[in-house]
């Protein structure tokens, strides 16, 4: 973000919260201190323990921003209500998940190291925030998977399941070798 768009006392919050994000999303929960986000944001380091208590509690803000700002693609849930076949059902999904998550990398970043380094502190957010897109896709594809005889499973935690790949994929996109299709996988005899 531009630091003269954000320039004035009015901002010091977009500020705070485009600097950690940027920090968090690079260096992890662990490898960022309060002092070098105060830095970037232009900020007094108790500015920031001010507004936001302390460094988990920022990081949890900045994930829930992150996850606030979600568009979600509405011509791609369209098109996935309006297929006939389950493949297609199953590709649209996919599509779905990935032109979601694919343009918040940020956010894929932020999840990724959050699962590693604080997990209890972002499950809250990741439910309330992360099932709700689940539940949306899995509302459409649930006709198609009953049919493929996936009845042990939860229909969201298959959608969950799918968005991770998605997101791990896009996360080594450029360092794998070879990137294998999820869709052309899924569109597989089944």
Known sequence: MNQLELAG??????????AATELFARFGYRGTTTRKIASE?????VTIYRRY????????AVIESELESIDLPTDILARLGAESTRADAIAHALEFIRTTLE???DLLRLMQFGALEMTQDIQPLLRRYLLALTDLVACYVQPWLAAANL???RLGDIVMLVAAVVAFESSFQGVL???????????GPW
Do not use: T, W
């Open 9 to 18: 006392p009015a901002n010091v919050q977009k500020r705070i919260l485009a």
């Open 41 to 45: 944001a232009g900020v007094n380091e």
């Open 53 to 60: 208590g302390c460094k988990r509690k920022l990081y949890c």
């Open 103 to 105: 343009p918040k990398r």
């Open 151 to 153: 009845d042990c499973f």
């Open 177 to 187: 070798p070879e990137r294998v299709s999820l869709v052309a996988c899924l569109r």
